[in-house]
């Protein structure tokens, strides 16, 4: 590959040692003054490659509207905020960070898991408006014995899994139908493989770790909530379109189950009418799973390393459309090994 004039354009600001990844290795940065996709359109012009993260959603148009776009390289584990098919159609080469922040993750949704049977967060805020009764009326719950219902049995499934065994007389379901038998195999002694509907009905936790698409877009509706415990909570850390938030929001109102934790939701940011900022049996975080101080500067690394393996003529690594490889402009990257 050339090194022809072009560069690195970002739509939100990334972590400095990202960024200077990206200049000591020759490469001009462009940053947007905002992720508006109005702003960062006329930037797409000259750009090369985007680093992003979660504040746009890089569709068609913008894509188009760049001269020779090479990537588009995403600091987070998801890409479902690329128009997949229309990057692939324009020979743009797109990655993740999938892995990356597999651990941050998997701690962020056991802090849930605890939260949600201890009731830290509804405790707190009664204690601060001096409602000290609240210690006869709203009792915690032990998490030894508690059955975990993991749905996506991945890096981060299955480091939750690995977090959550030594908590005491625990019992771990997982539902993943494309997991390799030699995963199951590795998880056979702490982890029983199920259907999603036996996983439903006998979790007293179920936690969602599976990517957003087409298959699984509303996997979590009313009928599967209805399937789960009345004292079970639900806990979302993936994305919110997996959850039907209309249904959960019911079921929350009606008590079919008991509580959830969610990371993530339908519409970011969160809507100021959206009934769950009233609920006393939820507890919300800002899509912020993966943000710890250590995190976010793995990610950007991660994501601005394949930047220049790809500037430097080498295949990068977790190509999310590797159908894009077959197209003559790619022919001559240096496969990796």
Known sequence: MVRNKGYVLLPQPIEEEARKMLEDAGLEVVVAPDPKPETVAPLMKGAKAVVLRTGIYMDEALIKAADDLWTIS????????????????????VTSSLGVNASTVAEHTLSLILALFKQFFLLDREVRKNNFKIRYKNYPQDVQGKC???????????????????????????????????????????????????????????????????????????????????????????RGGIVNEKDLIKALKEGVIRGAG????????????????????????????????????????????????????????????????????????????
């Open 74 to 93: 995403r600091t987070g584990g998801g890409v479902d905020n690329v128009d997949l098919k229309a990057a692939t159609a324009h020979g743009v080469i």
């Open 262 to 337: 969610l990371d993530v939701f339908e519409k970011e940011p969160i809507e100021e009418d959206n009934p769950l900022l009233t609920m006393d049996n939820v507890i919300l975080t800002p899509h912020t799973a993966a943000l710890t101080d250590e995190c976010v500067v793995r990610m950007a690394t991660e994501a601005v390393k394949r930047v220049i393996d790809l500037f430097n003529g080498n295949e990068p690594e977790k190509i999310a459309n590797p159908e894009v490889l077959k197209l003559g402009k790619w022919q001559q990257l240096k496969k990796r090994a």
């Open 148 to 238: 975990l219902g993991i749905i996506g049995f991945g890096q981060i499934g299955q480091l939750l899994a690995e977090y959550y065994h030594p908590l005491g007389r625990t019992k771990i379901l997982a539902y993943d139908p494309v997991l390799p038998d030699e995963v199951k195999n590795k998880f056979r002694a702490t982890v029983d493989f199920v259907s999603l509907e036996e996983l439903l009905k006998e979790a007293d936790v179920v936690s969602i770790h599976v990517p957003l698409n087409d298959h699984t877009r509303n996997m979590i509706a009313w009928e599967q909530l209805k399937m789960m415990k009345p004292n079970a909570y639900l806990v979302n850390v993936s």
